[in-house]
């Protein structure tokens, strides 16, 4: 009998940051000097960047109304109950900016410089999602997919990084990716999560009513979540 299929790692994955990007961020697309640090920043970074991603391909084997078992591993979540009806095939994943850059950044002493460094962290992140997107789309034939990760609504707290990363096997020797006591994950640039083939578009943030939040992807849809999220009494 055949053993779990493995994790699979990419670690090539490109990444090149335009300074001019970089100062737009940062808005600081008229200011001549401080785009010329920007251009050694980004020079510096390129030489060390190293983002990476690990996934892999699971099955769902069992749901109840709030539990969803994948690959022997239960997974508890009405929202991942819900949005895996009709799926069979799931792919835990983390991506990070990668350890070189955070030790890296480490090493800058100045504030300023500090703050510029994670804007590059946070590229190099991004980066590394999007290219797991697409490899994962190509790789399995999936025409439309979405992602829920732990943490992003009180249904799937973080402390559902565990089975997430048992899943995915030694994470940290893989792609240098260290989860926390308090499941917090270093080098902090990095998102773990679970993605999915879907016919509908979703986004956590569309059953999430904090309003202040700076990463909101998508409006909060009351609606949404009383005609599909909802427990039935």
């Keep these: 009998m055949a053993g779990p299929v493995k994790a699979t790692v990419l670690d090539d994955i490109p ?17 001549p000097d401080l785009r010329a640090g920007l251009e050694g920043l980004v020079e510096d970074a390129g030489r060390v960047a190293r983002p990476r991603a690990i996934y892999r391909a699971c099955f769902v084997e069992s749901r109840t109304d709030d539990e969803t078992v994948i690959d022997g591993v239960a997974f508890r979540s009405r929202v991942l109950t819900v949005n895996f009806e009709n799926v069979h095939r799931v792919f835990p994943f983390v991506v990070t900016c990668g350890r070189e850059l955070q030790e890296w950044s480490d090493s800058l002493t100045d504030p300023l410089l500090r703050f510029q460094a ?6 190099a992140l ?19 997919s ?14 559902q990084q565990y089975p997430l990363f048992f899943l995915l096997g030694d994470v940290e020797a893989a792609i ?12 902090a640039k990095s998102v773990s999560g679970i993605r999915f ?3 509908t578009t979703f986004e956590s943030c569309q059953l999430c009513p904090r309003e202040t939040c700076p990463n909101r992807r998508a409006a909060w849809d009351q609606d949404l979540f ?7 009494a």
Excluded: I
Aim: charge should be negative; proline fraction near 9%; include cysteine.
């Design 176 to 187: 240098g990716v260290k989860l926390t006591e308090s499941c917090l994950m270093l080098p």
């Design 126 to 144: 991004y980066a590394a999602h999007e290219y797991l997107g697409r490899h994962l789309d190509q790789t399995f034939g999936l025409a439309k």
């Design 146 to 159: 979405s992602h829920m990760n732990p943490g992003s609504l009180p249904d799937w707290p973080l402390p």
């Design 226 to 232: 009383d005609a599909r999220y909802q427990k039935k």
């Design 15 to 31: 990444f090149e940051v335009d300074p001019g990007q970089l100062a737009r961020r940062m808005g600081a697309s008229d200011n």
């Design 197 to 199: 083939p879907t016919e």
């Design 118 to 123: 994670d804007e590059v962290k946070e590229l």
